[in-house]
């Protein structure tokens, strides 16, 4: 199998590398990837939906494994499905909802696989329900260090099963994943969105999310004052055939990745500049609100993935997404105070939500705790961002809280630990189960998070 000199970058624009790239196309590739298994690291890539460097390798190979694309075994009868772990989830859906079937986790970028979906645990908009994607797996296959395909499961070869998922493909490349998928009547959701007047409003709405499938807060990061913290609570259940409209009907199995628009360059300041985004947040907040509405379930579950590299908006330098998941104790008055220190850099973010997180599973690196998430995106222009960033990690850190390293590029390592306790036990069992430490990553050298 040929490698090929290729320019990676993560989807926030931030980390760019030049990698050696291999791109197994079948299982018969699986020799070729035991080979350089043997001779240098490797890290396995999927649709590139990692927003920092957690899939790029400067000093090893990587593996684009969107060719083992292939569902191989579907049960209609009881919403099980196996399938190549290089397939795109809204591929996959398309082929599970004209059968009445949902992913029961998915994450908001559509061109994320079934393999990266696992190695970073993804959570929904619906995770106080549903859980993590790794909640919903029945059974992986995994190429190992050594070059062995091993099974692994929650019920079967648990220690590797739970190292894997959140575990950023650092265990194995992830070769095959079998989902439990969940029932549904139609693609469609139906949508209630209800304006919240200050972040107090805000925080009140979230403690409703739990009778509703799915839950979602945007805020507006651009207004001050009393009307600080002020956002639309959106929630949704998936919708019944008999709610839908006659046109609706006729679509009502229908899924497809309806791109409208491919943005084809990259300017270098980007146009989410602060009275753009000021014009931008209090348009969409006035916009007609508190009525439940039939939306399809992509535009729902992908909002900003309409337009094809979208993230080129915003400039060359990139941005910053910045996610935490924090305890419900002292939750309130730390977003409070993020929020008023973004103001004062007058740093608006686009897109900044509110979630609530239901409880922790077993994998010791996945992100997800009991609490609420919050996550925004700030332009990378301002070189105070960056010590802005890092104080925020630290009163995350201490308050019981953590990053999201999925979307992380600038973590201080110095609070890796004490947001993820269990690390150095797993970094513990990554050894063992990959002396040779054959699977690395920008980041996993960034923040050592091989180190025992």
């Avoid at 650092?170 to 095959?176: A, D, S, V």
């Avoid at 146009?271 to 399809?296: D, G, T, W």
């Amino acid at each position: 199998m040929q490698t090929k000199q290729q320019t990676l970058e993560g989807w926030a624009l931030r980390n760019q590398q030049t990698s050696s790239v291999v791109r197994p196309e079948d299982k018969l590739a699986l020799d070729g990837l035991r080979d350089y298994c043997a001779d240098t690291s490797i890290i396995g890539r999927g649709g590139g939906a990692s927003y920092g460097d957690a899939a790029l390798n400067k000093n090893g190979v990587v593996a684009d494994l969107r060719g083992l694309n292939r569902i191989l075994e579907f049960d209609p009868d009881h919403g099980v499905i196996t399938c190549e772990a290089g397939l795109c989830i809204t591929d996959l859906q398309a082929v599970i909802v004209p059968q009445r079937w949902f992913l029961a986790s998915a994450p908001g970028a559509s061109q994320a696989t079934l393999g990266g979906c696992v190695s970073f645990d993804v959570h929904g908009k619906n995770h106080e329900k549903q859980g993590t994607f790794g909640k919903n797996v029945i059974r992986i296959t995994l190429l190992t260090g050594s070059g062995e395909v091993v099974e692994c499961g929650p019920q079967n070869n648990q220690t590797l099963f739970w190292a894997t998922v959140g575990g950023m493909g650092l265990t194995g490349i992830i070769l095959e994943v079998t989902l439990q998928l969940i029932p549904v009547e139609t693609s469609f959701m139906a949508v209630t969105k209800t304006k919240t007047r200050n972040l107090e409003e805000t925080f009140a709405a979230q403690e409703k999310s739990e009778a509703f499938d799915y839950s979602v807060t945007w805020l507006d990061t651009t207004e001050r004052g009393k009307s600080l913290g002020r956002g639309i609570a959106i929630n949704a259940h998936h919708a019944e055939k008999t709610k839908l409209k006659p046109k609706q009907e006729m679509q009502a199995l229908e899924w497809a990745d309806k791109r409208a628009y491919n943005f084809p360059w990259l300017p270098k300041r980007g146009h989410f500049r602060p009275l753009f985004l000021k014009a931008f947040n209090e348009l969409y907040y006035h916009l007609p609100r508190n009525q439940m509405s039939i939306e399809h379930g992509h535009p729902f579950l992908f909002p900003l993935h309409s337009i094809t590299n979208i993230n080129r908006f915003y400039g060359s330098n990139g941005f910053y997404e910045y996610q935490v998941a924090l305890p419900d104790k002292g939750a309130y008055e730390l977003v409070l105070y993020f929020l008023s220190e973004i103001q004062k850099y007058r740093a608006g973010s686009f897109l900044t939500v509110l979630k609530r997180f239901g409880p922790k599973n077993d994998a010791p690196m996945s992100f997800p705790i009991s609490g609420i998430t919050l996550s925004v995106q700030i332009l990378a222009n301002d070189p105070e961002i960056m010590n802005l960033l890092g104080l925020f990690d630290e009163k995350t850190a201490k308050a019981g809280g953590r990053v999201y390293l999925a979307k992380d590029s600038r973590l201080i390592p110095s609070v890796l630990d004490t947001m993820y306790p269990l690390r150095k036990n797993w970094a513990v069992f990554l050894d063992q189960n990959d002396p040779n430490h054959v699977f690395t990553s920008d980041l996993s050298h960034r923040l050592g998070l091989r180190v025992v």
